[in-house]
């Protein structure tokens, strides 16, 4: 479990995830599915009664919606994407999260999001989309894009270079697409939460595949035992 602290996913085209820390630690030889069966047994760390006898526990417990010895578990992330996802990502609001500063530190040149394909607009929901826009128009779009780019980084440069402060200068950057930094902390019952609606099918495609490598590189190597009842009593439900 060590070699999940500072492990980095890339993600978009730019971005990445990585975890910071996890606790219980690694290095306390506790697994994080051991931490939810003690807590709920209110007992010390450590302790266990087999197995088969705590995963059968643990399976009950969610199984039936007992979910704040979950809460005993939490994972701390770094993570680089651009605002179109965390405009997603805080109406979250069990996650702590402190976010980069445009006000303390520069942006950096070509650090926006260019999506690998433009998708269309959904004809039967108005925040959705469905499809994918024509090939010579993928592209066309894609150029005016990086054209945007390159013209609003150099006004914000030139802002800059003129005296004007940080905070007003970022005013000429692309909003939903400059890519910002955040470090959040969720304990595993909210995680879950998140995860059950990110990942589903009708979520933005940005914050999707970010909420699917939390899932796949670290909440399922770190909670086997918590993801399997998850798919099974959680996600089951949603199909």
Avoid: C
Avoid at 103 to 109: I, N
Avoid at 161 to 169: K, L, P
Avoid at 171 to 179: A, E, H
Avoid at 203 to 226: C, G, M, N, S
């Amino acid at each position: 479990m060590t070699d999940l602290i500072g492990k980095r996913i890339n993600i978009l085209d730019k971005g990445w995830i990585e975890l910071v820390d996890l606790m219980p630690h690694p290095n306390t030889g506790v697994s994080g599915d051991l931490a939810i069966v003690n807590a709920a047994r209110t007992s010390f760390l450590g302790e266990s009664k087999g197995d088969d006898k705590d995963k059968r526990l643990l399976f009950y417990l969610l199984k039936h919606r007992h979910t704040s010895p979950f809460e005993m578990v939490e994972f701390k992330f770094r993570a680089h994407a651009p605002l179109v996802t965390w405009w997603q990502w805080v109406r979250h609001r069990t996650w702590s999260a402190n976010a980069q500063s445009g006000r303390y530190t520069e942006f950096e040149e070509n650090d926006f999001y260019v999506p690998d394909v433009w998708r269309r607009q959904a004809k039967d929901n108005k925040q959705a989309s469905e499809g994918e826009i024509e090939k010579a128009d993928d592209q066309y779009l894609t150029e005016q894009l990086l054209k945007h780019y390159d013209v609003s980084y150099a006004l914000y440069q030139d802002a800059i270079n003129r005296g004007v402060a940080r905070e007003q200068a970022r005013l000429f950057l692309p909003g939903f697409s400059v890519y910002y930094t955040w470090v959040m902390k969720v304990d595993a019952h909210n995680l879950m939460h998140f995860l059950r609606l990110r990942m589903a099918q009708d979520a933005q495609y940005e914050i999707r595949v970010y909420a699917q490598a939390i899932y796949d590189h670290f909440f399922k190597p770190a909670l086997p035992w918590t993801a399997e009842a998850f798919e099974n009593f959680i996600l089951s439900d949603e199909g």
